[in-house]
């Protein structure tokens, strides 16, 4: 449903109150048709500007003006203008001043003829909604819904039909709607369908449900419980549209769609149909959250066992780890051990090396020492040999005293020989 375009109102003298507590007034539609019928063009690459035409026809209604005034159509032979204005008392006197006069463009030897008259609001009659229930086979008039006491409106705006001092002040409200419309008799019952969240879903229909800030009309339905009420309303809204008065004095209006329901729409097996079908999607719903429940619980339990083995993953890693490290020391440790008795060992050999090299170097030393010695003895044997055999050939030759002497070296040298064993 498109948004219904509201229009400021600076004369409300018309004005008629619907409900003085929400400040709705209902105000006369003033309309006009205006067609201007257009010549032939003989020049070729000559045109009429639909702008230019249009001021003419401000300025011929001057001083008066026009609310809105818009091309509705344009061809070729006219243009077709809907024109507002704020009161209806002005149309006379607008259509007194544009019905069959003419408008003559500069450039142009044809004059343009203008034809005006009131817009007829398209809008149902008494005889529309009493043939249409008697002659409709599946209609029983002895039942609500069922015969001409509801009607349907369209576009109205939803902050006019919003609680006082509501937190949400775009939502309409069903107590507002039935105050306000109580005004032509007592009201049954009142539909507002964007307020049923399920109502889509149910007759697979695009109502516009409601979503906060999401829409500014919404359409509704009113039912009556006498048939007077019903036809009280539909001949007070006939022509009309729906103004909003401020505090302030300020004013604003917007057309609305009346139309009497021919849905049944508020029937007592429309109604029981739609709670039956209201409380099969609310156990679809509730089973739909359940599943979502059970799904989450689910959810929330699988990352709850990839956290824990996670968890587990990683303290297996940092018991690889551990053990990994205590392993590598314990190398260490071995291998610092292998090498300390390794160097121990190399020490101990090397200091047994040295002993034993030392015991050799010694053991050599008193082999030379002890062949020295016998090399003396023998030179000192051979010596006191030659002594003696010298002392033989010569007794006296050789002092006593020499022979002492080498006799006594040889015995000390002969003591200081090894034991060879």
Same mark, same amino acid.
């Given at each position: ?8 109102? *600076?004369?409300?003298? &018309?004005?008629? %109150? ?48 026009? @609310? ?37 463009? @500069? ?10 008259? +009131? ?32 009607? *349907?409106?369209?576009?109205? =705006? %939803?902050?006019?039909? @919003? ?25 049954? *019952? ?9 109502? &889509? ?36 809204? /006939? @022509?009309?549209? !729906? ?10 209006? %917007? ?28 156990? !679809?719903?509730?089973?739909? +959250? ?16 990839? /956290? ?89 030759? %050789? =002092? ?5 002497? !080498? ?15």
């Amino acid at each position: 449903m498109a948004a219904t375009m509201t229009t400021i109102v *600076h004369d409300t003298t &018309e004005a008629v %109150c619907l409900s003085s507590e929400y400040n709705l007034y209902l105000k006369p539609i003033a309309k006009i048709t205006i067609s201007v019928a257009l010549p032939q063009l003989k020049l070729p690459g000559k045109s009429i500007s639909n702008w230019e035409v249009m001021e003419r026809v401000k300025a011929m209604v001057a001083p008066e003006q026009f @609310s809105a005034l818009r091309i509705s159509k344009s061809t070729m032979d006219f243009i077709r203008f809907e024109g507002e204005v704020e009161n209806k008392t002005v149309v006379k006197s607008l259509l007194s001043r544009l019905d069959v006069k003419c408008i003559k463009l @500069s450039g142009f030897t044809d004059v343009l003829k203008v034809r005006a008259v +009131e817009n007829k609001v398209d809008f149902p009659t008494r005889h529309d909604w009493d043939s249409f229930f008697r002659d409709a086979k599946d209609m029983n008039e002895t039942l609500p819904g069922e015969r001409p006491d509801t009607i *349907h409106l369209e576009g109205l =705006p %939803c902050r006019w039909f @919003s609680q006082k001092d509501s937190p949400y002040p775009d939502r309409p409200s069903e107590e507002v709607l039935t105050a306000v419309f109580q005004a032509f008799g007592k009201v049954r *019952h009142v539909d507002i369908p964007m307020l049923d969240p399920y109502r &889509e879903e149910m007759l697979d229909k695009n109502f516009n449900t409601f979503s906060f800030g999401g829409h500014l009309n919404f359409e509704a339905y009113v039912q009556y419980q006498e048939y007077g009420g019903f036809t009280k309303a539909m001949d007070t809204l /006939r @022509s009309m549209k !729906l103004m909003l008065k401020g505090d302030d004095g300020k004013a604003v209006a %917007c057309n609305i769609k009346v139309s009497f329901d021919t849905s049944k729409h508020l029937s007592e097996l429309a109604l029981k149909r739609r709670s039956m079908e209201r409380l099969k999607l609310q156990e !679809l719903e509730r089973q739909r +959250e359940e599943q979502k429940r059970r799904e989450k619980e689910e959810e929330e339990r699988r990352k709850e066992e990839e /956290r824990y083995d996670g968890r587990q993953k990683r303290n297996r890693k940092l018991e690889r780890r551990k053990e990994e490290r205590l392993r590598k020391r314990e190398q260490k440790l071995r291998e610092r051990e292998e090498r300390r008795n390794l160097k121990k060992v190399r020490r101990q050999q090397e200091e047994e090396q040295k002993k034993l090299q030392m015991k050799i170097a010694m053991e050599e030393r008193r082999l030379l020492l002890a062949q020295r010695n016998l090399e003396s003895i023998r030179l000192i044997a051979e010596l006191l040999a030659r002594a003696k055999v010298r002392h033989d050939h010569a007794v006296g030759c %050789c =002092p006593p005293l020499l022979l002492k002497c !080498l006799t006594n070296l040889s015995l000390s040298l002969s003591l200081t020989l090894p034991f060879t064993g």
